[in-house]
DNA sequence: AACTATGTTTAGTTTATACTAAACGATTGG
DNA sequence: CCAATCGTTTAGTATAAACTAAACATAGTT
């Protein structure tokens, strides 16, 4: 293939793999993402290994990831042993669903924590035994109700530009200038 | 202090560290927000040292970095050499500087990276040699035009939600259900 | 001026993460 | 049934980030 094309996918790639970074996630997912989404046709992993320039079982594993987060397809073709992947060119898709994911896992978990310090917090209120603490208890107590509050307001956001994007996706309407 | 509400603020603490590492931040970070949130009065370096656990030098950097963030504040008492801090306690304002500040540095360099791509390619298809190289070159074209359109859509949707926050913070109406 | 209290910087260490190389397992073809 | 071709797993390694300990800088106090 021509030189310059090549280089210019490289400069791709190597930008995908600093948004991946970026955005949390290994820097080579990012460029092995970037590889399947600038492949005309459905790519290998052997051929994702040499554009890519990481060994074949860390394409492997990121492989998996990017499948998971439904950024790319598996495509097998009769005949042939060969795994081969194609992108997800749906981006939208992709945020909504990256988010559904991060939202479940981690954020939760942390949200759960800051209600089981208040709880922790609320029941000490009542059995109290000196003044000092039963004000700095209600501090305590209002902080992370304000804090929770956020959380479960941020929450709401998301969900809610979720579902918007899901209007657009059935091409009600472009809202964001696209 | 009472013990159980030690406990309390320590359960707190180390939410706080798990949501700041899930945001990408470092976990002391997280913590000593948290330590200084839960403070009733502005708290000194050492007494942050104390809570957290960490070192004088974390607690110093990783301080001033939040204050960048705007998510602390500084305040010098007459009289004190000591540094003491409050929290920010504004989220939805952290959330407008972070944002901001994320979007400066390497989001818009990564979405530089790709209009770089895309331009080589563009140049390449003008003095294009081959036959295939020119149909590659379209592809590739296409890809990095679509991506770069979302990047953009994505930034359009970003400042409207700053937008709209700045709305909310001037107390014209909650729209997120706080 | 020396000493003390305070925050910052730095050099080195720790730690978590992601990668490599190679063994492994499984499937297909000869 | 053996060999070849894949993808996966694993044990070890490299690397980047973040922390510690200690030196340093600065300013206030005696």
Redesign the interface.
Known sequence: ??T??V???E??I??MS??SH?W?FSKAMGAIYGAI??S?APISLDELVAQVGVSKGAVSTNVRTLERLGMIHKRIQLGDRKDYYIAE?D??KI?RRVLRE?EQS??D??LR??G??MV??EE?IEG???EM?V???V??SD??Q??Q??F???D??VA??IALEDLRSKSVQNL???
């Open positions: 293939m021509n310059e094309l280089q210019a996918r400069h791709f190597q930008g600093r948004i970026f949390g989404y600038l005309p060119t981006f939208w945020v991060r981690e954020f978990q942390a924590t800051v089981e310090s922790l917090v000490l109290a035994d000196t603490d004000e700095t208890a501090f305590y902080r992370m304000a804090m509050s956020f479960n307001s941020l709401n956001l809610m530009l964001f200038g696209r």
